[in-house]
């Protein structure tokens, strides 16, 4: 799919700003999300939401390096983590370096303070992923990651988490245990019912609270598009009210 040149990366003019889409309506959807995300998730301090999806390549990154941009121009300290230690893409996207990060500090080799970088976007924190780690199931899942990011949460008023598929690898299961709620990401006329469904499975075993379904790369046309829509927010109390439908239906 065509990028916009100019916006090419991630960031908020990061998009997918051809067929008929304007970058404005790219920037809309993501505002949409934004308030979806503040009207779903209301309780004091920080606010921790998981952005994950069933399969590789669904869009998981590109929404949660934009969600996180959106809320950070609504909200005074707003953190990423870049908790897909197998494949770290947040840093790039944001244009940070790579390490110190997420397992150097789980590794005991640096601090919180100095791996938690400043992006470009006021009020945008970046966590990378850190150095490459062999076992990064093991490390997400450790008592180190809950007591690093109970003290982050400290620092941040909305704290995003970056995750590798949940159909591939269980890495994101414990994150999404310790956070507040899962924003899934399905693939227009890619993800199909049986994944989408064999995820949902997932969640509801960790008794996730799923808070939006979020269906990238279809605007609703014929020709279809690339602006983000939200389908299913409001689904307050599990997936049962989250309103899943076939994401090649859309
Ligand atoms: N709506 C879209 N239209 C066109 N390209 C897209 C769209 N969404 C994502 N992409 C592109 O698809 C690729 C995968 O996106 P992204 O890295 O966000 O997915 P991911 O779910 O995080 O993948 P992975 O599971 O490999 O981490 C990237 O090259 C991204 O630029
Ligand atoms: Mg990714």
């Known amino acids: 799919m065509a990028k916009n040149n100019k916006n090419s990366g991630y960031g908020y003019g990061y998009g997918y700003n051809g067929g008929n889409n304007s970058m404005f309506s790219v920037q809309e959807a993501y505002k949409a999300i934004r308030t979806n995300l503040i009207l779903s998730v209301i309780k004091d301090g920080c606010k921790k ?6 399969n590789p390549h669904e869009g998981k990154s590109t929404t949660a390096v934009n969600v996180a941009i959106s809320l ?8 990423i983590i870049d908790c897909d230690l197998r494949k770290a893409r947040v840093h790039k996207a944001l244009g ?13 080799l640096s601090d919180a303070d100095e791996s938690v970088q400043p992006t470009k976007y006021q009020n945008l ?5 850190g150095l490459f780690a062999p076992n990064p199931a093991e490390m997400l899942a450790s008592e180190r990651t809950a007591a690093l990011i109970a003290s982050l949460e ?33 693939r227009s006329k890619v993800t199909v019912y049986s994944e989408f469904e064999k995820a949902l499975d997932a969640l509801e075993f960790i008794d996730a ?14 020709e279809g598009g690339r602006r983000k829509r939200y ?3 409001g689904g307050y109390g599990g997936y049962g009210n989250s309103n899943p439908r076939r994401s090649d239906n859309e």
């Open 154 to 186: 400290q620092s941040f008023d909305y704290i995003i988490f970056d995750t590798p598929p949940i159909n591939v690898v269980s890495d994101a299961l414990p994150l999404i245990k310790l956070s507040d709620g899962v924003v899934f990401i399905v």
């Open 72 to 79: 950070s121009q609504a909200f005074k300290r707003v953190l």
């Open 209 to 222: 609270r799923l808070i939006g379904v979020i269906v990238n790369g279809d605007d609703g046309s014929e």
């Open 49 to 54: 939401i998981v952005i994950t999806s069933s």
């Open 96 to 108: 940070v370096a790579g390490e110190p990060g997420l397992t150097n500090i789980l590794s005991g």
């Open 125 to 129: 924190y970046c966590l990378p992923a």
């Open 231 to 233: 389908g299913g927010y």
